[in-house]
């Protein structure tokens, strides 16, 4: 399974997930004026990756807005996530936001809540 590589825009975030390491990066801003066309590809290239998928699964966020539009997309990819953790997979979501940003820190605060999976809030100046 290749990488996947998307070079960050003004309204799409940077992606990086590569399959060997297991460690997946989302960083940027997710204002894309379609979401599904942004975020479907990446929800096909996820669920082809967990068939056969690194021991250990990280996914890095460090999003610094996220449109209502992306956020149901992102809270879909969190559900792929929480599928193959109660499947027994090992993974893990680090949700990073800037201090003070309480607006990213309560979304992150909000899908911790309802995935129920290993979850981390990461703070930074």
Do not use: C
């Not at 992606?15 to 060997?20: A, K, L, R, V, W």
């Not at 590809?41 to 998928?53: D, I, K, Q, R, V």
């Amino acid at each position: 399974m290749n990488r996947l590589i998307i070079n960050k825009t003004a309204n799409t975030p940077g992606i990086d997930f590569n399959p060997t390491t297991g460690k997946f990066d989302i960083e940027g801003r997710s204002i894309p004026e379609d979401p599904g066309s942004f975020y479907d590809p990446l929800l096909e290239w996820l669920t082809e990756y967990f068939s056969t998928a690194a021991p250990k699964t990280v996914l890095n966020v460090n999003l610094d807005y996220v449109n209502s539009g992306s956020s149901k997309y992102l809270l879909g990819l969190f559900k792929v996530f929480k599928k193959r953790y109660k499947a027994g997979i090992d993974v893990e979501i680090n949700w990073f936001y800037e201090e003070d940003d309480e607006a990213i820190e309560s979304l992150g605060d909000h899908y911790r809540s309802i995935l129920q999976i290993p979850f981390n809030m990461k703070e930074y100046i």
